[in-house]
Nanobody, 123 residues
Framework: QVQLVESGGGLVQAGESLRLSCAAS????????TGWFRQAPGKEREFVAA????????YHTDSVKGRFTISRDNAKNTVYLQMNRLKPEDTAVYYC????????????????WGQGTQVTVSS
């Protein structure tokens, strides 16, 4: 299984942007579906976005459509989550996940997880 390292979190004001990165080590993303999930205090981990290896098809949860974009740079072996027009309700720990799977929308679809990166949006 590939090892994942996230970066790019931080504290921003509402309306600002952040870009999260998920780098693969000990392997590549070749053949992997990669997803971003988030978990706010007291809440379950929820799906944010995913990119399928074959064809690069992307999925985004409704609450982030039009604001967040998942993308992949195969040369850099990195997956990104560009987050624009951030809202206080986007505050959470964001996790990158990867798996050789046809599923993409629930945590159980993935075995490889990063350590998480905190995103805090102030109003």
């Amino acid at each position: 299984q590939v090892q994942l390292v996230e970066s790019g979190g931080g504290l921003v004001q509402a309306g600002e942007s952040l870009r999260l990165s998920c780098a693969a080590s000990g392997g590549t993303f070749s053949g992997y579906t990669t997803g971003w999930f988030r978990q706010a205090p007291g809440k379950e981990r929820e799906f944010v976005a995913a990119i399928i290896w074959k064809g690069g098809v992307t999925y985004h949860t409704d609450s982030v459509k039009g604001r967040f974009t998942i993308s992949r740079d195969n040369a850099k072996n990195t997956v990104y989550l560009q987050m624009n027009r951030l809202k206080p309700e986007d505050t959470a720990v964001y996790y990158c996940a990867a798996e050789r799977t046809t599923g993409w929308s629930i945590p159980a679809d993935f075995r490889s997880w990063g350590q998480g990166t905190q995103v805090t949006v102030s109003s």
